[in-house]
């Protein structure tokens, strides 16, 4: 089976080709990084007709690479939320446009589920139930992945999303965007223990997070140096910040370990899967959380963290092997819960109820 894969939902324009025997044929990701730079943050309107105006070539490209044509495809899978509404639209409606063509199968795939399934792309040993830590620039979950299509969310972040606490860091050290890379490769050479910073949620039980209270503390460390922000400063508090989340995702990971096992005693695997998941601080630590616990520690390769198409058609792949297709009038959403009878986390969306522990 050969699926095309899209991805559209935020600044990536994306096209793959897949088979069912985990082949990747194709992985184009073209990002829109620099059309978004002048303006400090991703656009909206910007990264919907920048799809509009890269998405066919993408897909193009895409088909080149693998050798294929649409008459040698047997599905389609298109992102269908949650994202950028108009972002999202034009990947669906592609998808659905070379679906209708074609006559071929749609896949409106959940991002989330592209990311939770992404491990499984990767790893053929790899079977349910696993404990997925999905962490990306919008979206900090421990969900139980049960099988396709099923999913339990255990915790989440009351606040911000721990790569979004990376990128407002990283403009507050004046390092660039995407954050998260800017900040690891400026930790390379700082000492993470001149500064203090808290831990927020750490002791608490349950598995959510929270990461608000700790980009405050660092506004308040960097309004503080009496030098100014040079580039000691800048690495200390880079190396500082990367570890407090690693050790909040750590402190987070033990409770949710603890309940997913108490759930699924036949769990054998930890999976971490999301752009922060390419953290290579952060997977050292989960290995070693993993381990403790009895766990694997399985993290799809750095192409498969970050946003791409290769795990939005893999995920087609999945739901199409359990019989799972959707109409050509499937709806796109700018939110989606993998868990929809998840009830939203105690204080969220209350600032300062859940602070830092003193
Ligand atoms: O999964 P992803 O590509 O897009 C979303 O669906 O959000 O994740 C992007 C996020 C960004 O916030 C970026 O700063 C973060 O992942 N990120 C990292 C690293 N690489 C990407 N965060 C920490 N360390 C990294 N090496
Ligand atoms: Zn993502």
Redesign the pocket.
Same mark, same amino acid.
């Given at each position: 089976m050969l699926v095309l894969g899209i991805e559209t939902s935020?600044d990536e324009t994306a096209a793959a080709l897949v088979t069912d025997g985990r082949e990747i044929c194709a992985n184009i990701v073209l990002s829109q990084l620099d059309e978004h730079a002048p303006y400090g943050g991703i656009v909206p309107e910007i990264a919907a007709r920048s799809h509009i105006e890269h998405l066919d070539g993408v897909i193009a490209r895409a088909m080149k690479e693998a050798g294929a044509e649409f008459g040698d495809l047997d599905g389609v899978a298109a992102t269908a939320g949650p994202g950028l509404i108009g972002a999202v639209m034009v990947g669906l409606m592609t998808g659905k446009a070379v679906a209708a063509v074609h006559d071929l199968p749609l896949a409106a795939v959940n991002?989330l589920e592209g990311?939770a399934l992404s491990a499984r792309l990767s790893d053929a040993d790899l079977q349910f139930p696993y404990l997925l830590l999905l962490v990306?620039?919008?979206?900090c979950q421990f969900l139980a992945v049960e099988g396709v299509a099923q999913y339990r969310r255990l915790g989440t972040t009351i606040d911000d999303a721990a790569?979004?606490a990376?990128?407002k860091a990283a403009k507050l050290l004046g390092l660039g965007y995407? *954050? +998260?890379?800017a900040?690891?490769r400026a930790a390379k050479d700082g000492d993470g223990a001149r500064y203090d910073l808290p831990r927020p949620l750490k002791g608490r039980k349950g598995c959510d997070f929270s990461f608000s209270g700790l980009k405050t503390a660092l506004l308040h460390k960097v309004r503080a140096l009496e030098n100014g922000l040079d580039d000691t400063a800048r690495a200390d508090l880079a190396a500082a910040f990367q570890q407090a989340v690693a050790d909040v995702v750590i402190d987070r990971g033990k409770n949710a370990i603890r309940e997913f096992l108490a759930a699924y005693p036949k769990g054998r695997a930890l999976v971490a899967a *999301? +752009?922060?998941a390419?953290?290579s601080l952060l997977r050292t630590r989960l290995k070693s959380l993993a381990t403790e616990n009895g766990l694997t520690l399985g993290v799809p390769p750095h192409a498969l963290?970050?946003?791409n198409a290769a795990m939005i058609a893999w995920a087609g792949i999945e739901r199409f092997g359990q019989g799972l297709v959707d109409d050509l009038d499937a709806v796109p959403r700018a939110r989606w819960p993998l868990d929809s009878t998840a009830k939203p986390p105690p204080g969220a969306g209350k600032p300062g109820k859940l602070g830092p522990k003193a």
């Open positions: 935020c991002h990311h990306s620039g919008g979206h790569g979004e990376f990128d995407p *954050g +998260g890379p900040i690891e *999301g +752009g922060v390419a953290n963290c970050t946003d």
